[in-house]
DNA sequence: CGGCATTAGTTGCATCTTGAAGTTTCAACC
DNA sequence: GGTTGAAACTTCAAGATGCAACTAATGCCG
């Protein structure tokens, strides 16, 4: 790219390279995942991302508003997602007693069912791709860099992820 | 998620922290890439990438089979993505003289021109995002993570990113 | 109470992506 | 030199996404 506008500051090689780095990787990665996912179980990346959260909460339960904050995905991206588990049996909205507006998406059996059924294998495959692919000291730095740019992201942070220890 | 399968290597609390934010990654810094692009230049992430590639070429011109090397994406993609570019007047696709298969995707003036005028804005964002989100060597190592993760995601490694310095 | 802004969620539409199948060209092999 | 296999692309149908518009319920404020 050429310097000829003085108010920008240019990327340096080595912001560069990291750039390249992260931009291929947001590419790649969410491809590969959805790959495995869809061959081995029919499923992709934030449809299991949905579920798996829901099976974390106690009573595999959450409000979709709530869900979609969890899952850091729209609304409405969700609420299309929900609808097409909730057609696969793999989950079930309900409405709320207190408030009318709120729909409760609940993790069905068959839901849990296919989610243990996928989840051996996406784990080993996350594993490979990226937790055995370095050392825990880096795996470590990793999460920090990243933590950094989801705050840049999405600086309302209601991330349910911890700081580094 | 239960641990009743003995042959699966579940993540521990450390490592299961490091994905999420890398899942959570993937799911919103597209987005947010795509956003601002979209509303400032008409184009996303993808299709920027793939100018920006184009325009890095001595020439401007790339096969479109190294190109999706280049720009990590599958052929079918980009050939849809150039489709589109090619349209509006921003790429041209040439026949190749030696190999009757090949076609050239070259970058047009006016391709340039649109570049020209969405780099600036778009460098901004990702400098706010992630470059001075951080200090640099927590962005050489997430460059250095990264390297790792998409080693194994592409073996082939026909990345154009070089090794940190 | 009555209106007004807000919150929760869904949906329609236009766009994008993918995967499979098809075309054309080249290369290799006997 | 024909056949077979692979490479380079494109295309098409089916599914996924985002945006904006919409409904509906709630909260608030005078």
Same mark, same amino acid.
């Given at each position: 790219?050429?310097?000829?506008?003085?108010?920008?500051?240019?990327?340096?090689?080595?912001?560069?390279?990291?750039?390249?780095?992260?931009?291929?990787?947001?590419?790649?990665?969410?491809?590969?995942?959805?790959?495995?996912?869809?061959?081995?179980?029919?499923?992709?990346?934030?449809?299991?991302?949905?579920?798996?959260?829901?099976?974390?909460?106690?009573?595999?339960?959450?409000?979709?508003?709530?869900?979609?904050?969890?899952?850091?995905?729209?609304?409405? =991206?969700?609420?299309?997602?929900?609808?097409?588990?909730? %057609?696969?049996?793999? +989950?079930?909205?309900?409405?709320? $007693? *207190?408030? #009318?507006?709120?729909?409760?998406?609940?993790?069905?059996?068959?839901?849990?069912?296919?989610?243990?059924?996928?989840?051996?294998?996406?784990?080993?495959?996350?594993?490979?791709?990226?937790?055995?692919?370095? =050392?825990?000291?880096?795996?470590?730095?990793?999460?920090? %860099?990243?933590?950094? +740019?989801?705050?840049?992201?999405? $600086? *309302?942070? #209601?991330?349910?992820?911890?700081?580094?220890?």
């Amino acid at each position: 790219m050429s310097d000829d506008t003085p108010g920008t500051r240019w990327l340096s090689a080595d912001e560069r390279q990291s750039w390249l780095a992260l931009s291929r990787t947001l590419i790649t990665l969410p491809a590969a995942l959805d790959a495995q996912l869809q061959r081995d179980a029919g499923l992709n990346h934030f449809e299991y991302v949905v579920m798996a959260m829901l099976s974390e909460q106690p009573d595999h339960a959450l409000p979709m508003s709530q869900l979609s904050s969890v899952v850091a995905g729209s609304l409405s =991206r969700l609420s299309n997602v929900v609808k097409r588990l909730e %057609a696969r049996g793999y +989950v079930r909205r309900d409405g709320h $007693p *207190e408030d #009318r507006r709120v729909k409760v998406a609940h993790l069905e059996e068959a839901g849990w069912q296919a989610l243990v059924a996928a989840a051996p294998g996406h784990v080993e495959h996350v594993r490979h791709l990226v937790i055995d692919a370095m =050392r825990p000291r880096e795996l470590a730095q990793l999460r920090n %860099a990243l933590l950094k +740019v989801l705050d840049r992201v999405d $600086p *309302e942070g #209601r991330s349910v992820i911890t700081e580094p220890t």
